[in-house]
């Protein structure tokens, strides 16, 4: 694999690591990044939400969810989601924290808002490099089975953007072919480093 991506969704861990779970398992360079203040879990209910500090292991979050309520995040998927992030990375990490990471080809994120924040922070950077980056929203609804879906749309959209030696080139059309055949439309725009 030539290009290095990146999965950004907001603050819950669920989209951008399924994408990034599912291009690791295929040999992508690949990295997932939050957005949010904190990572936000869903709780007992939704003004009682569990909320860590980005860097937080998520061997720590599994286990103490599993300490509060095993039954209640086991049916709500949060304890399944844990374990598959902890086969990917050992914590979360926060977008606007971790810009030194390096540079990247393809950035994908997963809900408009999160799409404009990445867009801001990266028209906002010097653009010393001159490197364009593409950025591309694939809208996906926060749930575990939009999420699997996402994360199969994201791969096939990586796929193709791989096999193009200029993705700078074909990307009206990658992008046109990709939304006839899944019926999704996406939003993009390029940026600099």
Known sequence: MTKRYAMVCSSNQNRSMEAHFVLKREG???ASYGTGAHVKLPGPSIREPNVYEF??????MFDELRRKDPELYKRNGILPMLKRNLGV?????????????GVFDVVIT????????VMEDLNSRDHILMKPVLVINLEVKDNHEEAATGGRLTLVLCQELE?????????????FNFERQHRRKLVYSISFY
């Open 55 to 60: 860097g937080t292991p998520y061997k720590h």
């Open 28 to 30: 992508f360079d690949v």
């Open 89 to 101: 990375k050992t914590a979360p990490q926060r977008w606007q924290d971790n810009a030194a990471d």
């Open 110 to 117: 997963f809900e408009e808002k999160v799409f404009d924040m």
């Open 163 to 175: 096999a193009t030696e200029n993705w700078v080139d074909k990307i009206d059309e990658i992008i």
